[in-house]
């Protein structure tokens, strides 16, 4: 893995900061000298998990890139609560064209600075789930083919969730949205569908390509950093709960990241080339229920009468993970 | 007027956004109480010293120990450490060691020669302390720091109480006691031994004394009627530990009965073993569940080769032997006789059933009001007579020198406040930081480091000290295992997890501070915040 926990200091590094680290080891979240790339005053919900993913990566950009980084933006929740025209909160350059274009804007940036020489300036494109995985999935795909120098970031909430939380390629399975109801012998959303982007990034042999979530901040700036190390495409999915389309409590959001983790239904790795080169282990494995217990989309799981049969292909699924990732074995 | 092509709207920051508005409930920091602090009979404030022992500041952790118990060093190894057990951490793995850190930390003070902190202005009240135990040295200690000029007069022929007299030296080297004491008595304080009051009033108006502080302890050891022919060597504890500091140590013979289930008991065996004795047994009426003895005492004391005799009372004493009568503990828990009897050999017989107190000095004091043959006193430690306070053993709770630490504190800024007509309010308690109050993913996985003991060997054919010291890294690393339960560590948690960059870090020990301007309340601070510093109060609406 490109990051290597603290043995001890109290809270380690799994805390934002810590005062015994010497400054190097902090986080640039812990700094004072962060960008805060997306500012205060968005109109995301209280404890959007997409704000925060945006703020952290884009703030970890910054800091390696000392600055010198453009943003292209898909249509999305992270558009829409940022950018109200003409009003906006990032603190960088910041380009939207349409929902799916995205990965094609960035190219052409990342194109215009190699034409004008300006090598240290970097690209990122960024975009929720449905503009990435559904509608800006052949841009991505050509952007990749192309190993175009852009790191793409991916903040997947599941859905289409400005829009009323519609189902995206993305949404896992048996949760309900707006438009795959908890009705009938298999309530919310069917399973066997969907798209893994992280597998098929990797099948483009990319140079980079790595998942995270937001409860594992260090995870994911020292993937950020590492993204940096390459040119060419490079991938980033970045794993944000939604309190408005998940339905959990606004103060879980961490924690519903965390247990994604923890139960394995989220497996966070990194891949060089195509080959996984880390991951992050399971700490304290949890049970699937624990993860989806909080979160009214799957609620119909647990009543009027439980389905365990419905929990259990979700086990299922996680355990998968955890073998094909070898997340609990030691490091 | 002039814009570009297509542009009708100046660009702007979203920071006119004030979505502050928005909240429902509003985050608030907090100090919360530490189960540690709560628990300790001496009131020290534990999680603030780690705080500083955290971060490698030894003297700063000790000096801000030092402002409630000016005995560490003691501190650490004497104490029964209530605070362990009240540690959040022994919900995790194991409790933090609190009590080994602050063994560390008075070392270090000893060996660095670290002085406390110069007194307050001189007040010109004069208050007179009677008794140089643990309780008196502590109430001297913060009445000189408070400025008052403060004279102890000590009965015996040094300072130190049940510390030296009572507390064996393999628990307490003694330079480390006498070290202790002469840093209070740096601080200006008059001591005066072999000076026993026996009219306190007389003594303070000779003296021309504000206001007086007894701390005389309980060094009358309380006997039971066993009878006993005229041969039977029956000694008692209190003379056994005190024969101990002299120059002729007790003849206690080869094989030594101690009577008692205490930690005195436990202590007269543990030392005659180191006097020689080929057998040292404990004869105790009830089990070892319901023994007052700290267990792990007991447990030194038969890894020591003490032997222990449950369920037995001493019905005879004779010349070489006793009998001894087999009990056993009725439906409620009491002992009751069985009319089995054993005769046992025995050297001598040594009563550890507890103390009493002198309290001659107070014959002449109208109206004190002395119950149990302990001495009443309110809430502010003063007795029923005006001006005279009492702490320690002598008045009614449990009898441990941390306690008596604590009263001496206590009485000391009660006394104070007294003197200056006014009365001290220690303000209300924090709520108690609670194990639930806490976010303990984010705590490193860590074992207790425990400290080191003396070999067996050495134990028992010597009265060197049998727990050691932890070294610099280990004591690191063991403050370092303290959750800060309650009180913001600075983790910066708070101010990384704001979906809203809401928070505004105010640097190095100064904390946070929210900004409501743009908090919109959603809880995800007080959530992750690991140690609970954190609350969500209604937005009022």
């Known amino acids: 893995m490109s990051f290597q926990p603290v043995k001890f200091y109290q809270t380690g590094t799994f805390t934002v900061g810590n005062r015994l680290l010497p400054d190097n080891e902090r986080s640039v979240q812990s700094t004072v000298r962060r960008t805060n790339s997306l500012n205060s005053g968005h109109r995301a919900c209280q404890g959007c998990g997409e704000a925060l993913g945006a703020r952290y990566a884009i703030d970890a950009a910054m800091e390696v890139t000392n600055g010198q980084l453009i943003a292209a933006n898909a249509t999305g929740c992270l558009e829409v609560f940022s950018t109200p025209y003409p009003e906006t909160s990032w603190q960088i350059p910041w380009v939207h064209s349409l929902f799916g274009n995205t990965a094609a804007v960035a190219t052409g940036i990342a194109a215009a600075l190699r034409v004008k020489g300006r090598s240290e300036t970097r690209v990122v494109a960024q975009g929720g789930d449905g503009g990435t995985t559904d509608i800006g999935f052949g841009c991505l795909s050509g952007m990749f083919e192309r190993n175009d120098d852009v790191l793409y970031i991916c903040y997947d909430n599941g859905g289409y969730m400005n829009t009323g939380v519609q189902r995206s390629s993305a949404t896992p399975p048996a949760a309900r949205t707006a438009t795959t109801a908890a009705v009938g012998p298999t309530p919310g959303n069917p399973f066997g569908q969907g798209k893994d982007l992280p597998a098929i990034a990797m099948a483009h042999n990319i140079p980079y390509v790595a998942t995270a979530t937001v409860s594992e901040l260090r995870d994911l700036e020292a993937k950020v950093r590492r993204a940096m190390e390459f040119r060419g495409a490079r991938y980033l999915h970045i794993l944000v709960p939604c309190p408005l389309g998940w339905g959990h409590d606004s103060s879980l959001t961490i924690r519903m990241a965390r247990l994604a983790h923890e139960s394995g239904i989220f497996p966070v790795f990194e891949a060089e080339n195509g080959e996984v080169t880390g991951v992050s282990k399971i700490r304290r494995q949890v049970p699937v229920e624990e993860y989806l217990k909080p979160q009214k989309r799957y609620a119909h799981l647990f009543a009027p009468r439980p389905r365990e049969d419905v929990i259990r292909r979700i086990q299922e699924a996680a355990d998968r993970n955890i073998r094909r990732y070898r997340l609990l074995e030691e490091a | ?541």
């Not at chain 2, 004091?365 to 149990?372: A, D, L, Q, S, T």
């Open chain 2, 1 to 541: 007027m002039r814009k570009p092509f297509a542009i009708t709207l100046d660009p702007g920051s979203s920071l006119a956004n004030h979505t502050g508005s928005w909240r429902t409930l509003r985050p608030e920091y907090l100090d919360r109480l530490p189960p540690c602090n709560n628990a300790c009979p001496a009131g020290e404030n534990i999680q603030a010293w780690l705080f500083h022992a955290e971060s490698g500041d030894y003297e700063a952790a000790w000096r801000s120990l030092a402002q409630d118990n000016p005995m560490p060093a003691v501190m650490g190894r004497v104490c029964y450490h209530p605070c362990e057990g009240a540690c959040n951490r022994a919900h995790l793995d194991s409790s933090v060691g609190i009590n080994s850190v602050e063994h560390f930390l008075g070392d270090e003070a000893l060996k660095r020669g670290w002085k406390f902190d110069p007194p307050a202005p001189p007040t010109g009240r004069k208050v007179l302390v009677v008794g140089a135990g643990p309780s008196g040295l502590s109430a001297a200690y913060h009445l000189a720091r408070l400025g008052h000029a403060v004279e102890i007069h000590e009965a015996g022929p040094m300072a130190g109480g049940m510390m030296r007299f009572g507390i064996p030296k393999y628990r307490l080297p003694r330079e480390v006691l006498d070290g202790e004491v002469q840093r209070i008595l740096d601080l200006g304080v008059v001591l005066k031994v072999n000076a026993k009051v026996d009219d306190v009033m007389a003594t303070m108006k000779a003296g021309g004394f504000d206001a007086v502080f007894l701390a005389v302890g309980a060094h009358i050891a309380k006997r039971a009627y066993i009878p006993a022919n005229e041969a039977a060597k029956i000694m008692d504890a209190v003379q056994v530990l005190r024969g101990m500091e002299g120059e002729s140590k007790p003849l206690l013979g080869r094989r030594v009965v101690v009577y008692g289930g205490g930690n005195t008991a436990i202590d007269v065996a543990r030392t005659a073993r180191r006097l020689g004795a080929e057998e040292a047994m404990i004869v105790y009426r009830r089990t070892r569940e319901k023994m007052p003895a700290h267990d792990f005492e007991v447990q030194d004391a038969l890894e020591e080769g003490v032997l222990i005799k449950w369920l037995s009372t001493i019905k005879e004493a004779g010349e070489g032997a006793i009998t001894v009568e087999k009990m056993a503990l009725d439906e409620k828990g009491v002992p009751q006789p069985t009319g089995e009897f054993e005769k046992l050999e025995a050297d001598s017989v040594v009563l550890a059933l507890g103390q009493d107190v002198d309290l001659s000095l107070l014959d002449r004091v109208p109206g004190m009001r002395i119950e149990g043959g302990v001495v009443e006193v309110g809430p502010n430690m003063m007795t029923s007579q005006p001006g005279i306070f009492a702490g320690g053993d002598m008045v009614p709770a449990e009898r441990t020198v941390t306690v008596a630490i604590g009263h001496g504190k206590k009485a000391a800024r009660h006394i104070d406040a007294w003197l200056r007509g006014e009365a001290h309010d220690p303000g209300p308690k924090h709520e108690l930081a609670t194990f639930d109050k806490l976010n303990t993913w984010y705590y490193s996985d860590a074992s207790k480091t425990v400290r080191p003991m003396l070999d067996l060997q050495k134990r028992v054919t010597s009265f060197d000290e049998v727990v050691m010291a932890l070294d610099e890294t280990t004591a690191l690393f063991e403050a370092r295992r303290c959750l800060s339960c309650g009180n913001c560590f600075e983790c910066d948690n708070c101010y990384g997890v704001c979906p809203d960059n809401a928070v505004v870090k105010l640097g190095p020990g100064n904390r946070f501070r929210f900004n409501y301007d743009y908090c919109k309340g959603c809880g995800v601070c007080a959530a992750e915040c690991p140690c609970g510093a954190i609350r969500m109060v209604p937005e009022q609406i």
